[in-house]
């Protein structure tokens, strides 16, 4: 039923923009049935309604195996689906992300024993609600209640409507996953261009069987896009999937300057070359289901997959800046780590401590490298206490006593929570301090 709200959302917006008058109805017959349903191929599932022609898949149609529908046949099919809707019961079958009338239905949902007055309109604002749902990897979908955002997902109807006329090899019903490639590709503020707006645009692969398919956008290309053109401080979206089985995450925030966040910090200390193996590597720790069971989706959601060894275990990759790709992966992790702690002064206590403790290992004159070990062993520690503890003994011995001091002083100090990601954040930088000392 939220398919309804947000179809109404976007009616309210387009007849402002365009000023325009359209009912649910009318812009479901004139605008949303003509570049959806009205051709061979379909821009989505039509479902159990009399618009589905079950008897013509995409792989024998472009195998060309039967042929296609006649314009009187699917107009019949049309007919049959606008009387259903003004004179039958609002069910699953004409209105999308309505309850199923059979309760045991794997697309039951939202069953309840109140009789509820249903307006026709309803279900012709739940079928244009339904194409402005997004698909990311994982399977599942958002649908957004910002107006502008729905607008710019209707600019992507025809362009998709225009591939599928034009390649016959693509396969239809991919509105989900089409929104998703094209609101990444639409707030690409380095790509998008207006006047233009399928340059640089790719956003199709090859099938096993020969035929072509929308790929499907990753969440965090989305999101990040999403929170690159929006001021707001959050966005609700609804989370779902609707197909043989329908789930159901819920409403979702989204914390869009916490978001933004980490690529703004890469971009400031290590800047833009190589942007999008950089924001492939955010987000990349856990799927897109799990990050919505966090509750709200902020920065603690983009962490890089294999990062989780480096603060649990205490270990960090070896840092090497001749291999591109790996010192990428390495500034990852540092970013992610800043934009956790939420405070840029932390960055350079990091590099400072990590100066000071470099310093402090290669001073060392006695061959059993005891001011070495004693190094290693504070930057093995994981908490607050064992860090304090190695460093009471590295103060004894060292000059710089005022510098260390203070940084006891702020992990004494700094939330519980935090310590474990300020601690990984100096042993990155010290690999770094002490990598660069070595080359020299």
Known sequence: MIAATIGKIFLD????????NYSAKEFFVEKYYEVFFNHNKYMMSAGNSPLENPKISWNKMRTRKIPYETVAKRNERFTKTVDKIDTGIADASIAIGFPSLDLTATTSG?????????????????????????????????????????????EG??????????????????????????????????????????????????????????????????????????PETSLMAYVYSLGQMNTTVGFVPFDLPRIRQPFELYNKYFGTTRREQVEQLFGTAMGFTKACQMGAI?????????FRDCMDKGVVPKYTPANEEKTINFNTYQIWLLAM?????????????????????????????????????????????????????????????????????????MPVDNVPYFLTLIRFQYAVVNKKSLNK
């Open 157 to 230: 109807w025809q362009i998709y409507r225009d591939y599928l006329n034009s390649t016959p090899a693509l396969r239809g019903n991919q509105i989900n996953t089409w929104n998703g490639q094209w609101i990444a590709h639409r707030y690409d503020q380095l790509t998008y261009d207006e006047l233009n707006p399928t340059a640089s645009f790719n956003p199709f692969g090859a099938m096993k069987d020969g035929g072509m398919e929308v790929n499907t956008q990753s969440w965090t290309k989305v999101l990040v896009g999403i929170a690159r053109n929006y």
């Open 13 to 20: 917006a387009y007849n402002k923009k365009f000023k325009s």
């Open 298 to 306: 902020g920065v603690n959601a983009l962490e890089p997959k294999g």
């Open 110 to 154: 939202q069953v309840t024993s109140l009789d509820l007055p249903i307006k026709t309109d309803e279900i012709y604002l739940s079928w244009i609600g339904s194409g402005m749902g997004i698909g990311v990897q994982s399977g599942l979908s958002l649908l957004f209640s910002n107006p502008q955002i729905l607008l710019d997902l209707f």
């Open 341 to 413: 702690l939420n405070n840029e002064q932390l960055w350079e206590k990091a590099q400072q401590v990590a100066i000071t403790l470099n310093t402090y290992s290669l001073s060392e004159k006695n061959a059993k490298k005891v001011k070495s070990q004693e190094v290693t062993n504070l930057l093995a520690s994981v908490n607050k206490k064992q860090f304090i503890e190695s460093l009471i003994e590295i103060v004894n011995g060292s000059p710089e006593i005022d510098q260390l001091a203070d940084i006891a002083e702020i992990i004494h100090t």
